[in-house]
């Protein structure tokens, strides 16, 4: 191999098994030595047996020290580079997402192979965000990159925005920002909010002042799948937060439908997206903390309810607070079937990587089983092929979505 110019990162065994089976990240214990590298640059990662492993960003102020952007030692990374793998991003979704291209996720992080960078769109909207500094560096050409590739394929695309505001900036050693992206073409004019069509349904996105990067996308088809069993039955939507859940219910002939989240603010998003979609008739809205509100209605015995919807924020981030999160998710599961009549329905799921799919089951058959009853198993879902699962990165797995029947 010739001689590439890049600092050079020797790394343990371990990483090197990791590596070599397609992970992408090099952690700080793991480097055995290190040329001088700056934050942000690229880096070869080699065996300690001098093995050439790929190339990534190297970051000393993050845990994750080497992000692997490239296994092939004859990669160059100029703006070619870079503009293929935007290229192979868009063409990816617009085969697995069809008639939904219009609005979906572009780029899916280390499942695109751009390390720490996700970016939504939202009709001619593109909102990003940055969480990693070897990102950072190269988001001015990225992102307006990104929109003259969807124009040149006939999309209408007017403004990028960012919204890199995340605590994981600052693990990352960057401070947060947000703004639109000045580039030629693109507005920075526009007022933070546009609207959506998800599953004939319209929404309100307020990008700007929104969570993440203004409305979650990954529940798209689990939503409809939700739908299916709705008309005709009395619906609880807990953690409702824009209401799209209960919207989608609501909107498939469901006799009435009860959305609940804890944020007064989330309440009022989706009392409006209500509004926009002509539902307000068989919707109501309530500002209340679940847990609580499940084990009041548990301890009234009979229930209101006969289908009952649980889609929690992540309970856990890390490994470390794994139990806890099983306790929450445990609690909420138990009360929802305790509430729930015999051959009343329950969708439940998990959106946080750390609680793993079979501890999800585990606390679900731990769950029913505290309840007394026994759970007929209608759909295992996950997320949407625009959050595309890459099997040698565990991270990028990470949305558990259940239906059931209460029997």
């Not at 280390?110 to 988001?139: C, N, W, Y």
């Not at 209500?274 to 609580?292: R, W």
């Not at 138990?334 to 079979?358: E, Q, V, W």
Request: aromatic fraction near 10%; hydrophobic fraction near 40%.
């Amino acid at each position: 191999m010739a001689e590439r110019g890049y600092p050079k990162i020797s790394v343990t065994p371990k990483a090197e098994a990791a590596l070599r089976a397609g992970h992408p990240w090099v952690y700080g214990e793991e480097v055995l030595q290190a040329d001088a590298c700056d934050d942000g640059d690229l880096a070869d990662v080699y065996s300690g047996k001098g093995r050439f492993l790929g190339t990534g960003f190297y970051n000393s102020a993050s845990k994750i020290r080497v992000r692997l952007i490239s296994r092939n030692a004859n990669d160059r990374f100029d703006e070619a580079f870079y503009r293929r793998r935007l290229q192979y991003a868009v063409d990816y979704r617009r085969t697995v997402m069809g008639s939904d291209f219009q609005c979906c996720r572009l780029i899916f992080g280390e499942a695109d192979q751009f390390p720490g960078l996700t970016v939504d769109r939202f009709g001619d909207i593109l909102v990003a965000q940055v969480m990693s500094l070897g990102i950072e560096r190269h988001k001015a050409f990225l992102l307006p990159a990104l929109a003259e590739i969807l124009r040149a394929g006939g999309e209408d695309i007017c403004a990028v925005y960012e919204r890199s505001d995340g605590a994981l900036r600052g693990k990352e050693g960057m401070p947060e920002h947000t703004g639109f992206v000045s580039a030629p073409g693109l507005r920075t004019d526009l007022d933070g909010v546009t609207e959506i069509t998800e599953n004939g349904i319209r929404y309100r996105v307020d990008y700007i002042h929104g969570q993440k990067t203004g409305f979650f996308l990954d529940q798209k088809y689990n939503r409809a799948a939700a739908a299916r069993l709705a008309p005709g039955r009395t619906v609880l939507d807990c953690f409702t937060h824009t209401g799209a859940f209960a919207l989608n219910a609501a909107k498939a002939g469901a006799a009435h439908v009860c959305a609940v989240d804890i944020s007064d603010e989330a309440v009022a998003c989706a009392r409006a997206n209500a509004a926009l979609n002509g539902l307000e008739s068989t919707m109501e809205f309530q500002t209340a903390d679940v847990f609580e509100l499940l084990t009041s209605l548990e301890s009234r015995g009979k229930s209101p309810y006969d289908y009952i919807i649980l889609d929690p924020p992540a309970f856990t981030k890390s490994n470390a607070t794994v139990k806890n999160a099983i306790r929450g998710y445990k609690e909420i599961n138990y009360r929802a079937m305790k509430i729930l009549p015999r051959g009343g329905y329950l969708a439940t799921c998990s959106c946080s990587h750390f609680m793993t799919n079979d501890l999800f089951r585990q606390m679900l058959r731990s769950a029913a089983f505290d309840a007394s009853v026994s759970l007929r198993q209608i759909e295992e879902r996950q997320q949407a092929p625009d959050h595309p699962i890459l099997w040698n990165v565990p991270e990028t797995d990470y949305l558990k979505f259940y239906l059931f029947q209460i029997v």
